[in-house]
């Protein structure tokens, strides 16, 4: 059972779903897109299988989303809050836990922009967004936000995603699911990626 905790950050409440798993071995912080909340199938699925694999979940909620907000707020902001909430969940409920973070599309961006700032292992990231939605003039590629990462990194991307698909590279893991961005084609295909996944790099920060 999912236990809701409400945590304070510089820009309003955040609310980060806890679901534990029975003698925690590891954690996964992971946050939501732009558009959608911590229901996305591709989360609730991934949440499933890292549960089974020992990891206590969190999925966290940005503070525009709990004020009922539905664009997004600023990087800045969006990034000070969710190093507010990993902070405090490092500190509580996953205090000792090798960390893993991440998000899908928008949460896998902040996720990637915050690593530094926390002790996590590695980054998970559902359906990046490599390049933004077309407007005038040719899109600047996000491949930057990538490769400034030094951790090891997954990204889990549909076959058919309308914003691109980022390359592999040293440290980098891309795995190509059916479907688009939403990855709802197969939800089981991106849980199997991330577990697997998940093994290789825990299974080496515990070596």
């Avoid at 558009?35 to 999925?59: K, S």
């Avoid at 969710?82 to 409920?93: F, H, K, P």
């Avoid at 889990?156 to 699911?177: H, I, K, L, S």
Wanted: charged share 15%; with cysteine; glycine share 10%.
């Amino acid at each position: 059972m999912a236990q809701a905790i409400e945590i304070d950050t510089p820009h309003g409440p955040a609310r980060a779903h806890l679901h534990p798993a029975p003698e925690a071995r590891s954690a996964l912080v992971l946050g939501h897109g732009a558009g959608g909340g911590v229901a996305a199938p591709d989360l609730v699925a991934v949440t499933e299988a890292a549960q089974a694999e020992g990891l206590t979940v969190a999925l966290v909620e940005q503070p525009y989303l709990v004020a009922g907000r539905r664009s997004p707020a600023p990087a800045r902001q969006l990034d000070a809050a969710w190093t507010a909430v990993v902070d405090y969940l490092v500190a509580n409920q996953l205090t000792g836990l090798p960390l893993v973070v991440g998000g899908r599309s928008l949460g896998a961006r902040v996720a990637l922009r915050t690593v530094e700032a926390s002790p996590a292992v590695g980054v998970v990231c559902l359906a990046f967004p490599l390049l933004p939605p077309r407007r005038s003039g040719p899109p600047q590629s996000r491949l930057p936000e990538l490769e400034a990462v030094e951790l090891a990194v997954l990204v889990v991307q549909g076959e058919r995603d309308r914003f691109g698909m980022p390359p592999a590279g040293p440290g980098r893991t891309v795995v190509e699911v059916p479907g688009d961005h939403s990855l709802r084609k197969n939800p089981a295909a991106v849980a199997t990626a991330v577990s697997d996944w998940l093994t290789g790099v825990l299974s080496a920060t515990r070596a």
